[in-house]
Nanobody
Framework: QVQLVESGGGLVQAGGSLRLSCAASGSIFSVNAMGWYRQAPGKQRELVAVITSGSTTNYADSVKGRFTISRGNAKNTVYLQMNNLKPEDTAVYYC???????????????WGQGTQVTVSS
């Protein structure tokens, strides 16, 4: 019953910016944290940024100073502002949410289907 939908990916030149959005929908009781991961072809999926319900943030070293994660006023939404993009940022970006579904008793990680970010030089 829970679905995460990402948007905002696309093609951008190096040095450009994109903003990714993710919204979790369904019967959600609470959201503990939301974050962004990415996976490039032939590489493992890696954490990009995460934000907790208390607004604590954590970033991969490779994106610190360039990317900013934030929550929407609706706490089931999260954004990733990506500035000064580099070709190395090219990947499929996946939204992740650690949440408790209504009627459930345990938090679980849910994943979006991903949105492609391509940075050209």
């Amino acid at each position: 019953q829970v679905q995460l939908v990402e948007s905002g990916g696309g093609l951008v030149q190096a040095g450009g910016s994109l903003r990714l959005s993710c919204a979790a929908s369904g019967s959600i009781f609470s959201v503990n944290a939301m974050g962004w991961y990415r996976q490039a072809p032939g590489k493992q999926r890696e954490l990009v940024a995460v934000i907790t319900s208390g607004s604590t943030t954590n970033y991969a070293d490779s994106v610190k100073g360039r990317f900013t994660i934030s929550r929407g006023n609706a706490k089931n939404t999260v954004y990733l502002q990506m500035n000064n993009l580099k070709p190395e940022d090219t990947a499929v970006y996946y939204c992740n949410a650690d949440l408790v579904r209504a009627g459930s008793y345990t938090s679980y990680s849910y994943w979006g289907q991903g949105t492609q970010v391509t940075v050209s030089s």
